[in-house]
């Protein structure tokens, strides 16, 4: 049987001496390393056989130029995973700890992943007890997004999501069960193979965020069947006083009183890198999970991957390119937001008044008015 419990970073672990603790975070980082340069070299090996064969012939088909896309995309996620897992084991990241609910943003992170999972043809099954915990709102939806995409990678058909109350200390717990080979072929599996396809740059980085996050988190392999559980410490419950009730802070901010702002996607599309970072900073503490491209055909291109749930654009890029991205995006039936960022002013026109077709924001008001045109622009999709 195959288990781990990580409970802290490897550099937290007690009582263990100076040298033994070194010891344990130079093998923690190797692996990481070797197991991050491994998958790398994968996509990018084969991307570069397509492109060799390109230069050779002068010729590639629909198929191959699709898998070339795919490969060097798939060499990106995991260069990205590997810069997500550097930036959580810095110590360096400033955690806002919230009265959340769990079950309720885990359905939102399956609801928003219901295409892909559908597309994979992969089921999900939810068997989920109301529970509230504190913890970070950002964490939180990277975590859930980690984890299933992790068992995304490895599932053959089901996955099943279930949350419980542990009875002492009350602990809320996350667990998650797939089958990673049908139950008719389970001895045709190695097992000890599978042990270390398990081990991949995303189980390294759900793996930091838990730690990050300080939940324990437990995997084990049974059989042809994997089961991984996550204990959330701080559990809100209301019902039994006295028993692992927790005193929040009065400085938590309420950030779920903005839903569905926490949890949503969205899409930058800035071409000028002080355009990005004035964005990136005015809604760095907001909740959301929010990605950055440089031009229209890098979001037209982000889209037909999955829709986000707002697009903010800077004017200098919106254009006749702009209008067949919105078309298209209409063309879905999905409500999608749309916010320019125009180059002059400090205020904050809302999508609708005066016949805009978008919101709009003053370059000068980013700071200040992005992040409410963000929660009130979403608020109408609601």
Do not use: Y
Request: net charge negative; aromatic share 4%.
């Amino acid at each position: 049987m195959d288990m781990t419990e990580l409970k802290r970073a490897p550099d937290a672990t007690a009582p263990l001496a100076t040298a033994e603790v070194s010891e344990v975070e130079h093998d923690h980082w190797r692996d990481v390393v070797g197991e991050m340069s491994a998958e790398i070299a994968g996509p990018l090996t084969a991307a570069l056989e397509r492109v060799q064969t390109l230069a050779s012939t002068g010729r590639i088909d629909r198929s191959s130029l699709r898998s070339l896309g795919e490969e060097i995309q798939r060499a990106r996620q995991i260069s990205m995973s590997g810069q997500q897992i550097a930036r959580l084991a810095s110590g360096q990241l400033r955690q806002t700890h919230e009265r959340l609910p769990l079950t309720e943003t885990l359905k939102d992170v399956l609801t928003q992943r219901s295409r892909e999972t559908q597309a994979r043809g992969i089921h999900i099954k939810q068997v989920l007890r109301p529970a509230e915990v504190v913890v970070d709102a950002s964490l939180l939806f990277s975590l859930l997004n980690t984890l299933l995409s992790w068992a995304m990678e490895h599932a053959r058909s089901n996955i099943e999501f279930r949350i419980d109350i542990k009875t002492w200390p009350t602990h809320a717990r996350l667990a998650t069960r797939f089958s990673f080979s049908p139950a008719d072929q389970q001895g045709a599996v190695d097992a000890d193979a599978f042990r270390s396809q398990l081990d991949s740059m995303t189980w390294r980085l759900l793996e930091q965020t838990a730690w990050t996050m300080g939940l324990p988190i437990e995997r084990k392999l049974e059989g042809h069947e994997v089961h991984l559980t996550v204990e959330f410490p701080r559990t809100v419950n209301d019902q039994l006083e006295g028993m692992s009730t927790i005193e929040l802070d009065q400085g938590f901010s309420p950030s779920l009183q903005g839903k569905p702002l926490v949890g949503s996607q969205v899409l930058v599309v800035a071409s000028r890198r002080d355009v990005r970072v004035q964005i990136r900073d005015a809604i760095r503490n907001m909740g959301l999970i929010v990605d950055f491209v440089n031009s229209v055909d890098e979001a037209r291109d982000f889209c037909r991957g999955g829709l986000p749930h707002a697009i903010v654009i800077e004017s200098v890029l919106r254009g006749e390119r702009f209008n067949e991205l919105r078309r298209e995006v209409d063309a879905e039936g999905a409500e999608v937001v749309f916010i320019e960022i125009i180059e002059e002013g400090n205020t904050f026109e809302i999508s609708g008044f005066g016949g805009l077709s978008m919101a709009r924001v003053g370059r000068d008001a980013i700071l200040t008015s992005l992040p409410s045109a963000l929660m009130f622009e979403l608020a109408k999709t609601v």
